[in-house]
């Protein structure tokens, strides 16, 4: 599994291990749909487009799970796969991730309710390249 979750005081966390970033940031979408329910019961039904810009890969990473929580807590639909996901160096210090994703519908009542995320926290937030691996870690507040 190229994601694991770890426990901390009142919290949950996630790291990820992935070959490429757009894989890590791929990987860190379904884990969040993961913690959140049953990813293999969900079926996609709505692309949406999500174009981030941040200041560094860490908040980037945050900036992006924060777009999902968004998405589940205001239309209770979640990340499940992806068309189409580029990442961009836009100057010395930006990046910017233009992404298609497809979503699925999260009903209450038919879904399983697993981890409820309320926010994606910077406490521990990291993402950085070892060995040519690219490791991410997150930590939520449940």
Excluded: C
């Excluded at 979750?5 to 993961?34: N, P, R």
């Excluded at 913690?35 to 487009?49: A, E, G, H, Q, V």
């Excluded at 796969?81 to 010395?92: G, H, I, Q, S």
Aim: glycine share 4%; no cysteine; aromatic share 12%.
């Amino acid at each position: 599994m190229p994601w694991r979750e770890f426990g901390t005081t009142a919290d949950t966390g996630i790291e990820v291990e992935e070959s490429t970033l757009a894989e890590l940031f791929k990987t860190a979408a379904k884990a969040f749909t993961e913690l959140s329910t049953d990813i293999t019961k969900l079926k996609p039904s709505k692309l949406m487009r999500i174009v981030i810009e941040h200041v560094g890969l860490d908040y980037l990473l945050k900036d992006w799970l924060d777009e999902f929580l968004y998405a589940f807590e205001v239309y209770d639909i979640l990340p499940v796969n992806f068309k189409r996901m580029e990442l961009v160096k836009v100057d010395k210090d930006i990046m910017k991730i233009d992404a298609e994703v497809l979503f699925a519908e999260w009903v209450r009542g038919k879904h399983e309710s697993r981890t409820e995320i309320k926010a994606v926290t910077y406490h521990m937030l990291k993402v950085e390249l070892k060995n040519d691996m690219w490791h991410g870690r997150v930590i939520f507040d449940i």
